[in-house]
């Protein structure tokens, strides 16, 4: 009676229960269909091939990164280093080959053992040292990140042209990252499901006591994970850099985190013993296909921001309830014939849906798209600054004036997200794009893709360097630094002491800020330069550096702020002695600045006009996307805002 009855229940509630099994055995899939169907008829540009082409490549690094992480999420580990691992061995690589001489294909095997090298360092931590990986880790990610800036000494290092090839296209049309993420998907795949170190992997996470007890030599199981995190990470970090013709100290900022959440979206538990290569490539595609779409759409960068959040707290909130209710595990290799049978025909059914989704998106979208010349896309560098927010605030009133479909992208400071962006501007048939590059060498091959498709790109406050730019429309950095230094130095009558602030490293405005400033001083020797050090041109870092300075020099007479955001939070720091007995210079002219400068806590301001800088983009944007003739470069002028003259500034 009791098996009768057993029966009947299953009988009872496998008809109904069909389907959401599964849903919840294969969540990320339909998340991603589900995206590709809503963004297709959203935007009639997100099926085109060329812009399929780049989900692709956006979500190689992340991917690749992912299927890292994937081994040590796997044994109920965490890998917070493989971002700046990633920087680290691309920044070897070009260092090598270029600076030192070492033949390519030597120096490639350089950063791969640099990689494997980092995940040993976490294994043994981990392993021996008894540290939680998530502290061995995050030790990691800040050595990495260090020794990647005191390498390239904060600047970018261009890569080597053999190598900068994996960045390119094969036939023309097949994206090198593209091939190289399915490749290291692959290797993945075999290594879960066929390998004795793969089912270790499930065994550690799974219940890492059994496994010890078992016979399973944990630890030495362990240096081998991290150790293959390690290399997938410099795998990652070559690709990376290979897309941007440059190694940048600062790259892959963050995408630790990317590379967690896919896994975590693809269905791998935070818990330990659960996941495939599958779900992490799923889940690398549903950030890309967002990111993407979002753009497309015009969403705003801040609330693209919130949507990706949401997306993870969902996928972590859906692992929770598909455990609970009993889903099928995802470890690779442990399930028998019929259920990989059945997984194929669950990837054949999403392929026939996706199918079928583009063929009727196509025809839906089919000569509906709008003329594109009032399309313009503005990617800024950062919009955690004031002054670049004053050039968004121009940009945007001069196409409202003008009735311009303006989208404008936010990339962190983040060379290789400016370049998903600057790539979804071009696959989108915009009629002209607007760069305020993160630096000026990485910005070069995106800029060349927009020139290949007949787009008209302008640069704003920056330039870019081996691509055709219509337009420049800048301030002088060099020449502002210079005039900072003369206004400093003739305030302190040509003698004292000072330190110097400097931005982010690795981006072009410190660079020529800085030099600007040191050539102005060679005419005040008198000036002694006892410290400079970067705050990232951020005011809470201003704060806390300039506080730490004053430690070792507090009888300094001046300090120089290579951005005005610095320059105030140094100001804090000096308390009542700053434009009394300390003299602040700073850069840009933003409004809090130029209160300051009236205040008298900053002596002055190498004032830019970032509106008009704006403005004047939008405006040449426009006559370029209709064939008529711009300047190359449109100079809008800098001039130092001191108490006397900042009433009638008109910044």
Known sequence: ?????????????????????????????????VLVIAMSALSGDFLTTDNLLNIGVQAAVTAILAFGVTFVIVSAGIDLSVGSVAALSATVLAWSATSQGVPVVLAVLLAVATGIACGLVNGFLVSYGKLPSFIATLAMLSVARGLSLVISQGSPIPFPGSVSHLGDTLGGWLPVPVLVMVVMGLITAFVLGRTYIGRSMYAIGGNEEAARLSGLRVKKQKLAIYALSGLFAA????????????????????????????????????????????????????????RNGLNLLSVSAFWQQVVIGVVIALAVLFDTLRRKAGAAPVAAGTSGGGDRRKQAATYVLAAVVAA?????????????????NDKVGLSLSTLNNPFFVQIRAGAEEEAKKRGVDLTVTDAQNDASQQANHL????????????????????????????NNSDIPVIAVDRGVNEAETAALVASDNVAGGRLGAEALAEKLGGEGTIVILQGQAG???????????????????????????????????????????????????????????????????LGSKAGKSVQVVGFDGTPD?????????????VAQVPRELGRIA???????????????????????VTKENVAGFGG
Not at 433 to 447: E, L, R, T, Y
Not at 593 to 605: D, K, P
């Open 1 to 33: 009676m009791a098996a009768d009855t057993l029966k009947s229940r299953t009988g009872a509630g496998g008809a109904s229960g069909g389907l959401r099994r599964l849903l919840l055995d294969n969540g990320a899939l339909t998340a991603l269909i």
């Open 593 to 605: 600045g130029l209160r300051a400068v009236e205040e008298g806590t900053l002596y002055a301001s």
């Open 235 to 290: 795998a990652a970090g070559i690709v990376l850099a290979a897309r941007l013709s440059s190694a940048q100290p600062q790259a892959a900022q963050g995408y630790e985190l990317d590379a967690i959440a896919a896994v975590v979206i693809g269905g791998a538990s935070l818990a330990g013993g659960t996941g495939k290569a599958s779900g992490t490539l799923i889940g690398a595609l549903i950030l890309a296909v967002l």
């Open 423 to 450: 790539q979804n501007f071009t696959s989108g048939g915009l009629g002209a794009i607007i760069v305020n590059p993160v630096d000026s060498d990485a910005a070069g091959p995106s800029v060349r893709s927009a």
């Open 507 to 573: 981006t072009s405005a410190s660079r020529e800020r800085g030099a600007g400033f040191a050539e102005g001083l060679k005419d005040y020797p008198g000036i002694k330069v006892v410290a400079k050090q970067p705050a990232d041109f951020d005011r809470t870092k201003g704060l806390d550096v300039m506080t730490n300075l004053l430690q070792a020099h507090p009888d300094i007479d001046g300090v120089f702020a290579e951005n005005d955001e610095m320059a105030l939070g140094a100001i804090k720091a």
């Open 356 to 372: 079928a989704v583009v063929g009727a998106m196509s025809f839906l979208h089919n000569g509906t798209s709008a003329a594109k």
């Open 618 to 640: 939008v405006d040449n944007a426009l006559r370029a996307a209709e064939g008529k003739k711009v300047s190359g470069t449109v100079k809008v002028p800098v001039e130092v």
